[in-house]
């Protein structure tokens, strides 16, 4: 079975970009047709999804955080990046990588494997 695992500094400063490694075991990231997504959750908010890479390269963000937010990859480790620019107090939240495919593109889809979780913490 896939399993997931975020790792990263967690507490990042506003000078600094936020980044996050998202290590996948028990399955490729370049395997047909899966989708490697970051989401996240502030404190006593809900869930957020922020992007995916998918299995071929290539990426897609939510429009709230498209301009500041890019994913990346590294096939030979098996493993995908968030890079989050110019952090602010508000990106402040627990931080998970996930799998998600499409049981009907483009409007059904689950994220069926996660990570535990990662709290961030952006602060002066």
């Known amino acids: 079975q896939v399993q997931l695992q975020e790792s990263g500094p967690g507490l990042v400063k506003p000078s600094q970009t936020l980044s996050l490694t998202c290590s996948v075991s028990?399955?490729?990231?370049?395997?047909?047709?899966?989708?490697w997504s970051w989401l996240r959750q502030p404190p006593g908010k809900g869930l957020e999804w922020i992007g995916y890479?998918?299995?071929?390269?290539?990426?897609y963000y939510s429009p709230s955080l498209k301009s500041r937010a890019s994913i990346s990859r590294d096939t030979s480790n098996n493993r995908f990046s968030l890079q989050l620019s110019s952090p602010i107090p508000e990106d402040t939240a627990r931080y998970y990588c996930?799998?998600?495919?499409?049981?009907?593109?483009?409007?059904?889809?689950?994220?069926?494997?996660w990570g535990q979780g990662t709290q961030v913490t952006v602060s002066s």
């Open positions: 028990g399955g490729s990231i370049t395997t047909n047709y899966y989708y």
């Open positions: 890479i998918s299995y071929s390269g290539n990426t």
């Open positions: 996930a799998k998600m495919e499409y049981t009907d593109y483009p409007t059904d889809f689950i994220f069926d494997s």
